[in-house]
């Protein structure tokens, strides 16, 4: 019953007490505008915490703490003007916040007297100080500090142990002294968890760029090499492989096809079938390298060597194949694929250290490039090196030699699919 209610008076109150401790804060930067919401906050208690202040000085003896009565009623809602100097100045609404504590703090301990203990409030103003100024400004914070320690010392010393102002007993002015602590131990908390709730909404805050960054960095190129760009990003990270396998694949005729698309349902389109490219990358241990445009580039046996690399590239690009014809018949639309890989040795690094990315080079990729270009569709086309390699695993169909640009003519043939597992009687 009662977490219901608190949570009903939650809902219906919440969000009017958040935008009034953010009054007067929206202009400013993240940092800063955190530091002054717990300062609207703290201001906020202070008129509510001199509620049963007052109610307590007015039932222990109300015409004996009359004067103190009037100061507190007529006062601490003076303490409500901080969030609108913020619209001024930060340093109006700061220097307003700490004058106007030291005269509300000195006002009250004269009135009332040391006996009352209301005086230890000098000190939770001196660590309010950090809230208001914040670390940055560390004169003002140490001013401040050293502003209320002097309040609170003059108090003890100069201020008479029972005031001319208070008629009360002796007797009743001494029971204020539980009820400043609790009022000191309740400023100080409020403090103290504000402090350690900024902490930690930061710390979550900075995991969860800091996650973000992780996955980012690790979805432009390998982790391995993601880790190694993490400990020095001017790092020059260049290998070179014996053999690896590299793949191209593209969409024939996309750019004519889709001109009758809004670039947001190109976009769509790109990122659904290049997704399910890249699960398969991943179900496969293919490393993807890029997109361009309606072209897809992938590598196997890099960054880390795996014997078996032109046998994944060979199951992906079937799997490829198979992805995009489905996926074009559940659009509605004849979209066909065009893919090409060859194996042979390559370089691959990262280029750049502002916005890196990992590419690889050499006449490997030159080879697959062509291969893709000089394809037919829904065809997987290789080399006879990779032929080879894969004649024992995957059936293909001899092409015959194509004349290919900067690379003279090549004995060209087609992945057809995977040869049935011989089992044994």
Request: net charge neutral; proline share 3%; with cysteine.
């Amino acid at each position: 019953m009662g977490s219901r209610v608190i949570k009903k008076a939650v809902d219906r109150y919440g969000p009017a007490f958040i935008r009034w401790v953010e009054v007067g804060t929206h202009d400013f930067d993240m940092h800063t505008k955190r530091r002054l919401v717990v300062i609207n906050v703290l201001m906020t208690i202070i008129p509510l915490l001199a509620l049963p202040y007052i109610i307590a000085l007015a039932l222990l003896d109300i015409q004996g703490f009359a004067v103190p009565i009037l100061f507190l009623i007529f006062a601490t809602p003076l303490f409500l003007l901080t969030p609108f100097m913020w619209r001024i100045s930060v340093w109006l609404g700061a220097l307003y916040n700490l004058f106007y504590w030291i005269f509300f703090e000195t006002v009250l301990s004269y009135l009332l007297g040391r006996e009352s203990g209301i005086h230890f409030l000098f000190l939770a103003g001196a660590t309010m100080a950090i809230l208001i100024f914040g670390v940055r400004v560390n004169k003002m914070s140490i001013i401040s500090m050293v502003a209320g320690l002097i309040g609170f010392m003059y108090a003890n010393q100069a201020f008479l142990t029972h005031s001319p102002y208070v008629t009360a007993s002796t007797e009743h002015v001494s029971y204020l002294l539980y009820l400043s602590v609790f009022i000191f131990f309740s400023v100080n908390f409020a403090l103290i968890f504000s402090a350690f709730l900024q902490v930690h909404r930061a710390e979550a805050l900075l995991e969860k760029e800091y996650e973000y960054s992780e996955g980012l960095l690790t979805a432009m190129m390998p982790k391995a090499i993601a880790d190694q760009l993490k400990l020095d990003k001017h790092k020059t990270i260049a290998d070179g492989y014996e053999s690896v396998t590299i793949l191209f694949a593209d969409l024939v005729g996309f750019t004519a096809k889709s001109s009758h698309r809004t670039p947001e349902e190109v976009i769509a389109f790109l990122n659904d079938l290049f997704t399910q490219f890249d699960h398969l990358a991943m179900e496969h241990g293919v490393e993807k390298i890029k997109t361009l445009g309606d072209s897809y580039m992938a590598a196997a046996g890099l960054p880390h060597a795996q014997p078996d690399h032109a046998k994944r590239m060979a199951h992906f690009a079937i799997d490829m194949i198979e992805a995009a014809r489905v996926f074009s018949q559940n659009m509605g639309e004849d979209f066909n694929l065009r893919v090409g890989f060859h194996t042979g040795p390559a370089v691959a690094g990262v280029i750049g250290t502002e916005k890196p990315f990992y590419d690889v080079w050499g006449d490997t990729v030159n080879t697959a490039s062509r291969l893709e270009s000089q394809g037919k569709t829904d065809c997987i086309q290789v080399t006879k090196v990779t032929k080879e390699i894969l004649q024992d695993q995957f059936t293909f169909r001899k092409r015959g030699d194509v004349e290919m640009k900067g690379k003279g003519v090549q004995e060209v043939w087609y992945l057809t699919g995977r040869r049935a597992i011989r089992t044994r009687a």
